[in-house]
T-cell receptor, first 116, second 114 residues
Framework: AQSVTQPDIHITVSEGASLELRCNYSYGATPYLFWYVQSPGQGLQLLLKYFSGDTLVQGIKGFEAEFKRSQSSFNLRKPSVHWSDAAEYFCAVLPAGGTSYGKLTFGQGTILTVHP | EPEVTQTPSHQVTQMGQEVILRCVPISNHLYFYWYRQILGQKVEFLVSFYNNEISEKSEIFDDQFSVERPDGSNFTLKIRSTKLEDSAMYFC????????????FGPGTRLLVL
């Protein structure tokens, strides 16, 4: 079955430290890949996406993600975390090929806490 | 920057009552979606909508649910007879064209069924 896994439910880092949030997917073919962020009381904001091409994608707020086909992973990274990055982060996938009518499948989310 | 809006932000209802959740997608978008997130669980796809008809729906989207685009701007989700397990955050999303485009999400409606 198709699935998205975010192994870490909760991550705590110190402000200024580097961050990596993990995402693994299980699909028959390489899907389109997304990272969204949800701050308390807010909707889901798109951080970045991967459709094809360069496997290292840059997003907003200084985030980047790397697609690794061999590992079926799309991990999110940031070199230096700011207190305002505290939020919940969701990895999501969309089957490529135009047959899914936009059915995004989400991981269970990773809550990021940032200590001063 | 254009954004998806949703009303109300919070709704409390009694079990068995009908609720309508409203969304205004981004104006030039053609594909519309509803997702829900039960507290502590994943965000789940409910339905996609294009050209005034449902394109795809999940197994969650049973006969108690319906969607409608009543005019040129609104996109609604109706739950005919709410159950306790319908309590969740409901997100509307829209995309420009084609199901493979980036989806932009609204802030959500928190529905509580008592």
């Amino acid at each position: 079955a198709q699935s998205v896994t975010q192994p870490d439910i909760h991550i705590t880092v110190s402000e200024g430290a580097s961050l990596e949030l993990r995402c693994n997917y299980s699909y028959g073919a390489t899907p389109y890949l997304f990272w969204y962020v949800q701050s308390p009381g807010q909707g889901l904001q798109l951080l970045l996406k991967y459709f094809s091409g360069d496997t290292l994608v840059q997003g907003i707020k200084g985030f980047e993600a790397e697609f690794k086909r061999s590992q079926s992973s799309f991990n999110l990274r940031k070199p230096s975390v700011h207190w305002s990055d505290a939020a919940e982060y969701f990895c999501a996938v969309l089957p490529a090929g135009g047959t899914s009518y936009g059915k995004l499948t989400f991981g269970q989310g990773t809550i990021l806490t940032v200590h001063p | 920057e254009p954004e998806v809006t949703q009303t109300p932000s919070h709704q409390v209802t009694q079990m068995g009552q009908e609720v309508i959740l409203r969304c205004v997608p981004i104006s030039n978008h053609l594909y519309f979606y509803w997702y829900r997130q039960i507290l502590g669980q994943k965000v789940e796809f409910l339905v996609s909508f294009y050209n005034n008809e449902i394109s795809e729906k999940s197994e969650i989207f049973d006969d108690q649910f319906s969607v409608e685009r009543p005019d040129g701007s609104n996109f609604t989700l109706k739950i005919r007879s709410t159950k306790l397990e319908d309590s969740a955050m409901y997100f509307c999303a829209s995309s420009v064209s084609g199901a493979q485009e980036t989806q932009y999400f609204g802030p959500g409606t928190r529905l509580l069924v008592l």
